[in-house]
């Protein structure tokens, strides 16, 4: 597939984009920068300790025990494209909506649209998710001991673990950029 059909079929950002995430302080970060970040999670020695590590590592394990099958490398879901910016695989993207039986929500919404995919909803609520969450995902499994051995995120179907982890990782992002 050559590279102007993957990226129209990709989801790709710019330094250009950002999010301000939510704390008393104002941070940014770039996607690029948060990319960036969790590539570097194959090599880094020293990572940033959860404060509950000890719940991180148990949801792990219950996600080691439920399947191994459905799993996936950085480099499958992070391509480099020519111009040094990283590439989100989309079927991979598809793979986490179908095995979590979640929507992908692959533009941000304006306004005021639904309260359903709120933060002030209970996880069990929720019927779809963002890209923010599933590298929040990643970034929390990347921290875990099961991916210091095997360098494998897996995907699961229960998804009270995932935004269970996606809520650590969103943590750890947080005290990155502070």
């Not at 940014?28 to 990572?47: R, S």
């Not at 933060?119 to 609520?125: A, F, H, I, K, L």
Request: aromatic content about 12%; some cysteine; hydrophobic content about 40%.
């Amino acid at each position: 597939m050559n590279e102007k059909r993957f990226l129209k079929h990709s989801f790709s950002f710019t330094e250009k984009i950002s999010f301000n995430f939510i704390s008393l302080k104002v941070f940014k970060m770039t996607i690029q920068e948060y990319l960036d970040k969790i590539e570097v999670l194959q090599n880094e020695k020293n990572k940033i300790v959860y404060s509950d590590n000890a719940d991180l590592e148990l949801y792990i394990q219950k996600i080691k025990n439920e399947t191994t099958e459905l799993s996936f490398t950085l480099t499958e879901i992070f391509q480099k494209s020519n111009s040094k910016m990283t590439i989100i695989n989309k079927d991979v993207l598809k793979r986490f909506s179908n095995h979590l039986g979640l929507f992908f929500l692959d533009e941000q919404e304006s306004g005021n649209v639904c309260f359903a995919n709120s933060d002030e909803v209970r996880s069990e609520y929720k019927q779809s998710f963002k890209l923010i969450d599933v590298l929040d995902y990643i970034y929390a499994f990347g921290h875990s001991t099961a991916f210091e051995e095997s360098q494998k995120i897996i995907i699961i179907s229960e998804t009270d673990l995932f935004w269970k982890l996606a809520k650590i990782g969103s943590s750890l992002r947080e005290r990155t950029i502070r």
